[in-house]
């Protein structure tokens, strides 16, 4: 982290001062790891129509949490990770096995488990306000043990992208077509699916279950309608993402609103911009 703080205090901002504000420049540092992670996988959720995938994710996230917090758990996040994979994996069954569309499904187990989360959270008369941090985010309070897990997954995704990003894609898109080529579809889509839970539940915390499905659509939504090939798709994507991740922890420092939201509006204006110039364009 030393080298880390030592090229941020090269930028032109107060708070880029050496020793001061150490809180920024950790999310600085944990937008740059994140907004890569959603670059990447949103180019798959938008492609195999999974958009509000995450935010189910996210329901079973904050059921997992209110296990987690139930259970007297010193770091309740665990047991929404696990709680999510598990949630995955039974999705992807699901999904393969009932004779219903992928929204229906999705709207099932989403629907489940917020009310599930709900229920254990007040219990005895809980209160539900003490996970209302869950609902906004709070990136400004990210450790760097954390971004540094973050940084980890993100290498692994791209070494899932580069091993497997054909097989991946095929699954998604044309199951009939994986299946007569021999690709199991079945675990191309549960090796997705759970790596879209442990990115989602890991990141909830700091950018808002409110908001997060949208940092998984927006950035592939936008880069559809630039990119003339799969390359410039994943490129653009990723550098959109990155671009408004910056931008929105900018944005929130200084006008100190939301960062989760501030970044979703940013991105938002990325989808309108490429939306607008293809209509041009046509």
């Known amino acids: 982290m030393s080298v880390w703080y030592a090229l941020v205090d090269l930028l032109p901002f107060e ?34 129509r999974m958009s509000f995938f995450s935010d189910a994710l ?24 696990i709680l999510a994979l598990v949630f995955a994996l039974l999705f992807t069954y699901v999904r393969r096995r009932a004779n219903l569309a992928s929204d229906t499904v999705i709207g099932v187990f989403s629907s489940t488990a917020v009310a599930l989360g709900i229920f254990i959270a007040t219990l005895d008369g809980g209160s539900f306000t003490k996970f209302n941090s869950i609902l906004i985010g709070d990136i400004l309070s990210v450790e760097p043990a954390k971004i540094g897990l973050l ?10 992208w580069v091993w497997a990003f054909n097989r991946l894609m095929i699954a998604s898109v044309h199951p009939a077509l994986a299946d007569s080529r021999g690709i199991g579809v079945f675990w191309q ?16 915390t700091w950018v808002g279950l409110l908001v997060i499905n949208a940092l998984l659509v927006l950035p592939g939504a936008a880069a559809r309608g630039l990119a003339r090939n799969m390359r410039q798709y994943h490129l653009f994507s990723v550098l959109g993402a990155v671009a408004a991740g910056v931008a929105g922890v900018l944005t929130s420092y200084y006008l100190e609103s939301s960062t989760g939201a501030s970044i979703t509006l940013y991105l938002a204006l990325y989808f309108a911009l490429t939306f607008l110039g293809r209509k041009k364009r046509q």
């Open 58 to 81: 996210g329901h079973s996230a904050f059921t997992g949490i209110a296990i987690g917090v139930l259970c007297g758990l010193a770091d309740p996040m665990w047991c929404a990770v």
């Open 15 to 48: 708070w880029a001062q050496p020793g001061s504000m150490i809180f920024m420049k950790n999310a600085l540092l944990a937008v740059l790891v994140i907004s890569p992670l959603f670059g990447i996988l949103s180019t798959m959720v938008v492609e195999s």
């Open 189 to 204: 889509e549960a090796l997705l699916n759970a790596t879209i839970a442990v990115v989602v539940t890991l990141s909830m």
């Open 151 to 160: 940084a980890i997954i993100l290498l692994l995704v791209a070494a899932l």
